[in-house]
């Protein structure tokens, strides 16, 4: 492999430059020629290609967003697609391409895969719902962003005695939604993969107010999609006024943290090693706090799961 293409795809993720950069300048260690490609595969598509060096990934390091930009393309998940991205990169000279996004975009690593384009996937998502990894690049500094911001909300239902209903990002994925509920004292936490008793909730609620509480927190993960009422129903039942925030793209915003600055790199220069061994069509992936690759098809058939523990923790802390 000489020339390597790389790319993201999907939802940004803070770190994701800075897996781009690692990806970059890993690869010209081993002397290799990098190709960035613009857009995701949108951009593979249309061929928006050009040569990376190592000043091109230069400032890039701390800040948030993809300087190649993403997308998420309807157009390239189609046989026809694969074939022309494929036929683009060997129009551009590339040899293997790293695709750094979620689970989608690894599904279209796999189909260039079997078309002939070797690939590699870097795990980049806020929501860290990838099975085959216990971290994704972006979690941390999302999960930061959103606590900094739910901490701002307790202080003034604090001040009015209210309760908070947040619902915040993870796709159908309860990771943020969780760890947020524990780090930010919440009451409760309403996830995807989880039932609910609303009526628990409330009592909680009430419970919490006759024990002299000020304030009350729920998470709700936008999986469950019923924040508004549900904040309604909360206000109704106990008589204390709910409002209801949604933090929303806040949250997939900012400088990445360190950890997200450290895996990214660590991640994007494991890619470039594979691939000058000429491994491919691999997913990088952390498990037991080590960087190990995995092969695509067995990547995407992993699972993961929410540790119930978690949100028993939740309970134990709410009284
Ligand atoms: O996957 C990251 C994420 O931010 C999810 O948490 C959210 O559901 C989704 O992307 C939103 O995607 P879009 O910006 O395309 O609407």
Do not use: W
Not at 92 to 100: K, N, T, Y
Not at 247 to 276: C, E, F, H, N, W
């Amino acid at each position: 492999i000489k020339t390597i293409g790389v790319l993201t795809s999907g939802g940004d993720a803070p770190g994701m430059n800075a897996a781009i950069r690692a990806v970059a300048r890993g690869a010209m260690c081993h002397g290799m020629k990098v190709m960035g490609v613009r857009r995701g595969y949108h951009g593979l598509l249309r061929g928006e290609i050009e040569e990376l060096n190592s000043r091109s990934v230069s400032d890039i390091l701390q800040r948030g967003g993809t300087f190649l930009q993403t997308a998420r393309s309807k157009s390239f998940a189609t046989e026809e697609g694969i074939k022309k991205a494929v036929e683009v990169a060997r129009i551009f000279g590339i040899d293997a391409l790293v695709v750094i996004g979620g689970d989608g975009s690894y599904k279209g690593a796999r189909a260039l895969a079997n078309a002939g384009l070797p690939t590699i996937g870097i795990p980049g998502t806020i929501d860290n719902d990838i099975g085959c990894t216990e971290y994704t690049i972006g979690y941390d500094t999302a999960l930061n962003t959103a606590m900094q911001a739910i901490d701002k909300i307790r202080d003034t239902a604090s001040s009015h005695e209210r309760c908070s209903v947040v619902e915040v990002m993870g796709r159908n994925a309860g990771y943020i939604p969780v760890n947020l509920a524990v780090a930010n004292g919440a009451e409760a936490v309403i996830i995807p993969e989880a039932p609910y008793d609303l009526d628990e909730i409330k009592k909680t609620v009430i419970e919490g107010r006759n024990r002299g509480k000020s304030h009350y927190i729920i998470v709700v993960s936008e999986g469950v999609g019923e924040t508004f009422e549900l904040c309604k129903n909360i206000e109704e039942a106990t008589g204390i006024e709910t409002r209801a925030t949604v933090l929303g793209y806040v949250q997939r915003g900012g400088s990445p943290t360190l950890i997200d600055r450290v895996t990214a790199t660590k991640m994007g220069s494991y890619a470039a090693d594979l691939l000058a061994n000429g491994t491919i069509n691999r997913i990088i992936a952390q498990q037991n706090g080590k960087i190990v690759d995995i092969e695509i098809n067995e990547a995407l058939e992993m699972t993961k799961n929410i540790e119930p523990e978690m949100l028993e923790l939740v309970k134990k802390m709410s009284i």
